[in-house]
T-cell receptor, first 113, second 115 residues
């Protein structure tokens, strides 16, 4: 079955510290992987996506993610977190022929000064 | 440029009433998706439309839920005889074409509260 697991419901980091949000997926075909961010009262915004090629992908706002097929993971990272990064982060998986996207339950990020 | 818009932004209704939620996708986007986001849950796929093809309704949780898309543009999600468990944020997204290679653009959602 297709699914996405985000094991961390909530993470708190200090401003300026590094960040890693975990994402594991189960998908029966070649996965297309996504990270979205949702700020309060806002729709989801795409941070980055992986289709093929280089397994380290760069996104907006200084985020990057690494696809590790052997671990079925697509973890999101940022070297130095800013207070404005506080939001809900969703990992998602889809396929090039499938028309459904499977989202994780999200990780809520709090940034403390 | 205009993004995906949804209306109303908030809707409070009594149990048993019908509600209609509206989505205006980005102009020119042929694919339109509806999701439900419940507290503490991820996004749950409900239905998607691609051009003039028959919609994929496989995610609709019951026959009380239905959706239509008129003229390949605006979509309406209808929930009949609402129940308290229908309370959630309903998100709409559109993309140029359906499929994983095309970015989905999300609207701000409609928060539905059933009392």
């Amino acid at each position: 079955a297709q699914s996405v697991t985000q094991p961390d419901i909530h993470i708190t980091v200090s401003e300026g510290a590094s960040l890693e949000l975990r994402c594991n997926y189960s998908y029966g075909a070649t996965p297309y992987l996504f990270w979205y961010v949702q700020s309060p009262g806002q729709g989801l915004q795409l941070l980055l996506k992986y289709f093929s090629g280089d397994t380290l992908v760069q996104g907006i706002k200084g985020f990057e993610a690494e696809f590790k097929r052997s671990q079925s993971s697509f973890n999101l990272r940022k070297p130095s977190v800013h207070w404005s990064d506080a939001a809900e982060y969703f990992c998602a998986v889809g396929g090039n022929t499938g028309n459904q996207f499977y989202f994780g339950t999200g990780t809520s990020l709090t940034v403390i000064p | 440029g205009a993004g995906v818009s949804q209306s109303p932004s908030n809707k409070v209704t009594e149990k048993g009433k019908d509600v209609e939620l509206r989505c205006d996708p980005i102009s020119g986007h042929t694919a339109l998706y509806w999701y439900r986001q419940s507290l503490g849950q991820g996004l749950e796929f409900l239905i998607y439309f691609q051009g003039n093809s028959a919609p994929d309704k496989s995610g609709l949780p019951s026959d009380r839920f239905s959706a239509e898309r008129t003229g390949g543009s605006v979509s309406t999600l209808t929930i009949q005889r609402t129940q308290q468990e229908d309370s959630a944020v309903y998100l709409c997204a559109s993309s140029l074409v359906a499929g994983g290679t095309y970015e989905q653009y999300f609207g701000p959602g409609t928060r539905l509260t059933v009392t």
